[in-house]
């Protein structure tokens, strides 16, 4: 694969290349989105990870929820989402997020939350109430969700599948050499052991995860990562390029061009995912419904 155009930690950061430029968020149906939002009191890690693709998907009408309040009790040197005193989690919330996505009119809705080591079940429960909530407002709707590592409690995996999500999504972000330095409070292995849990526990309902590219990683451990991510049984895999929110923040370390993505899509496909979402913009959750629809329809 041809390589990407790489910075060391010493150096000063490279340009940002002319396919990383996006336009900023603004218009009608954009403001529209945002505002149900607002009045919903509701989080969206759209908003809290600064998410590049907001003016597409917020124009689109679509959005991610964040459950479990707007803070989290983890530091990853590569999320933009705030820490804090820990709030109690808010049992009006699942009713909420079921009203605003049937205001937005979604047929296809993702939800996460930030990480709650601080509750006993990880919010799990929380989560379930979610799915519900959203399907009794929606009956005919499909729901991802997009779950922490609940510390490898199984019985809060369980709690979720319970719920009968669609598609059951964690992120394992990175290849395992930089977990010390990026995710210092996750581990690779219960990350890989959850998405192995809940394609065991629930066969019919698909599992995906995500990495992002730029943080550091080389070749040979993406596609390590991938190989051990498919022996999960994992389905479906998102690969985007890593942008740094804030100076503080993991710096880039590549800029992997859509060449190079596209060849990362053709490679997981190889290697027996159902289906590979792979771009200098792709998010977890970016596209979900359309991704989520060519699984499905081969299932
Ligand atoms: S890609 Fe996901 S997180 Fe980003 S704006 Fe779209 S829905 Fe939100």
């Not at 996006?22 to 809290?48: D, F, M």
């Not at 009713?95 to 996460?112: E, G, H, W």
Request: glycine fraction near 6%; charge should be positive; aromatic fraction near 6%.
């Amino acid at each position: 694969m041809a390589s990407s155009r790489a910075t060391s930690s010493k150096q000063k950061p490279v340009k940002k290349p002319d396919w990383l430029k996006r336009r900023l968020p603004s218009g009608p149906a954009y403001e529209q989105t945002r505002r149900l939002i607002k009045n919903g009191c509701l989080h969206t890690v759209c908003q809290e990870a600064n998410c590049p693709n907001m003016f597409e998907c917020f124009s689109k009408h679509t959005a991610t929820f964040l459950i479990l309040g707007g803070l989290c009790t983890r530091k990853c040197a590569f999320c933009n989402v705030q820490h804090g005193p820990k709030e109690l989690p808010d049992p009006r919330e699942p009713t909420r997020v079921a009203q605003a996505a049937a205001q937005m009119k979604l047929n296809y809705i993702v939800i996460t939350s930030v990480t709650r080591d601080d509750l006993p079940d990880g919010g799990a429960g929380l989560f379930a109430e979610t799915i519900r909530a959203t399907r009794e407002k929606l009956p005919g709707s499909r729901i991802e969700v997009l779950i922490p590592d609940f510390q490898g409690n199984r019985n809060a995996l369980q709690t979720v599948l319970d719920a009968r999500p669609d598609v059951l999504n964690h992120n394992i972000e990175t290849v395992p050499r930089l977990y010390d330095s990026v995710r210092p409070q996750a581990d690779y292995r219960r990350s890989l052991t959850l998405l192995a849990d809940s394609a065991r526990i629930a066969p019919d309902i698909p599992t995906k995860s995500g990495l992002m590219l730029g943080l550091g990683e080389t070749e040979p451990e993406i596609e390590q990562s991938l190989q051990d991510l498919r022996k999960t049984g994992c389905r479906i895999v998102t690969m985007g390029q890593y942008l740094q929110p804030t100076a503080k923040h993991h710096p880039v370390k590549q800029y992997v061009s859509p060449e190079q993505f596209e060849q990362w899509h053709r490679k997981a496909i190889e290697i027996g995912f159902s289906e590979a979402s792979c771009g200098p913009f792709v998010r977890s959750s970016y596209e979900a419904k359309d991704t989520y629809s060519k699984v499905a329809s081969i299932r």
